[in-house]
């Protein structure tokens, strides 16, 4: 097979949750256990950090594999979805796994996979183990797919566990209260191992306390370090940060949702020089935190795409996320907002809509995925709640269309789901 051929078979043929959503989504590690005894169990040849959460996991986890780099390790890092290129899911110091690789694990696995009747997900996991495996990584950043306690990733003996924050989403699967989905993250926790916690409310706090402390696992919550002292997003798309103990740090995720992030990072930093894995050296969170799009190859993160007119991207999707996406996007001074809009149908549209700025001009759009809401059923909602704009059929048309329509003092945003900026990304560039 080609690569095409191979990622055609990987999207079509394997149960996959970001094209069919529930239907695509296996719970249990069954085929997970299987697939990882039949490679050998490659998990078990380097270090890993494990992380969770409603928002941000992606973001943290790029930036501790930012840090991990800086310190000179070699470094593996899987997250998803991916925007443009399967391949952006698996890498090694910021470089994507190979074409030839990825065809290969499957031609030479099918007789044994396929009678199992893998998802995606879950042959997706075996192949990023073997493939860090086969790199002879140090230690890698493993994102959790869905939820923790089920997930296919979840098979990992990490160095630390990191759970970023708890918010509504994906409720068919992980519950319908803050508690309940608090419970399948904390799944991650692993006995006697570090854990952070980056935000908590009322509700999910205990639930970390009462798991941790079944489970002997020393607890941290970052929000009460209190590392971050200030911070401020300066005119030219960087973000400041005043610290306690590292003095002034800039990032280059500048969107406001990074400073509950970083204050996560700075709080993992923290239990990795305890453990000797870092040194205690401001220059690695220096580097890490400037250079994490550089070295790792991130997207997605009010990702600054033109200035004239200033075009941001953004892979914000749920209420949790638009809390922090429609305040920056209200703060930003130009002539005229115009908003490239659209979101998949098992999200809470309306709470979004009703966050999203009056005097913007919209272009709803859809995705192209099966999971993504139709246009006109977008702008059915804006509508009802007083936001004006026009159906587009497409990501490209509607994005072309504000652009013309967008003077160089402009701002376009697109976003609402990930799969609106992955094909903004792909076929707009």
């Known amino acids: 097979m080609t690569y095409r051929e191979t990622t055609d078979y990987l999207f079509n043929q394997l149960p996959m949750f970001e094209r069919q959503g529930k239907a695509g989504y296996k719970s249990g590690l069954d085929n997970t256990m299987a697939l990882d005894s039949h490679y050998g169990h490659p998990h078990r040849n380097f270090k890993t950090i494990h992380v969770a959460g409603t928002n941000g996991k992606g973001s943290t986890s790029h930036t501790l594999a930012a840090l991990l780099q800086a310190a000179g390790y ?23 796994i190979s074409e030839q690789y990825v065809v290969d694990f499957v031609e030479r696995g099918r007789d044994f996979f396929e ?19 086969d790199q002879m990584v140090d230690i890698a950043v493993i994102e959790v797919g869905l939820g923790g306690r089920l997930d296919c990733t979840n098979i990992i003996t990490p160095i630390l566990s990191v759970i970023t924050n708890i918010s509504f989403d994906h409720t ?10 608090a419970r399948e993250k904390a799944g991650i926790i692993k006995y006697g191992i570090d854990v952070v916690v980056g935000e908590t409310c009322n509700a999910t706090r205990p639930v970390f306390e009462k798991v941790a402390r079944e489970k002997s696992a020393p607890l941290f919550f970052a929000e009460d370090e209190g590392e971050i002292v200030s911070s401020q997003l300066t005119p030219s798309g960087i973000m400041t940060y005043t610290t306690q103990h590292h003095g002034t740090l800039t990032g280059v995720l500048a969107g406001n949702y990074q400073v509950k992030n970083t204050a996560t990072v700075l709080s ?19 580097k890490a935190l400037t250079t994490v799009v550089e070295t790792t190859g991130l997207l997605g993160r009010w990702q600054t795409i033109s200035r004239k007119p200033l075009v941001i991207c953004d892979t914000g999707h749920n209420v949790a996320a638009w809390k922090y996406l429609s305040r920056q996007i209200e703060s930003v001074k130009c002539s005229q907002k115009h908003i490239v809009f659209g979101m998949v149908n098992d999200k809470d549209i309306t709470s979004v809509a009703k966050m999203l700025p009056k005097d913007a001009k919209y272009y709803f759009t ?6 993504a809401l139709k246009a006109d059923d977008v702008a059915r909602v804006c509508r009802a709640l007083g936001l004006e704009g026009k159906c587009y059929s497409s990501v490209s048309q509607a994005y072309i269309s504000a652009v ?22 792909a076929n707009c560039f």
């Open 404 to 425: 013309k329509a967008a003077s160089d003092h402009g701002f376009v945003y697109v976003g609402g789901s990930s799969y609106i900026v992955a094909d903004f990304l």
């Open 366 to 371: 859809q995705a192209d995925s099966h999971r």
């Open 172 to 181: 068919q699967f992980l519950g319908n209260t803050l508690e309940s989905i």
């Open 268 to 286: 993992a930093y923290k239990r990795l020089v305890e453990q000797g894995v870092l040194a205690d050296d401001d220059s690695l969170l220096k």
């Open 115 to 133: 009678p199992l009747h893998p998802s995606f997900f879950e042959l997706t996991t075996a192949m990023a183990f073997k493939y860090f495996s």
């Open 74 to 96: 070699k470094v593996g890092l899987y997250t998803s979805p991916h925007l443009v290129d399967f391949r952006e899911r698996i890498k090694v110091n910021g470089l994507c």
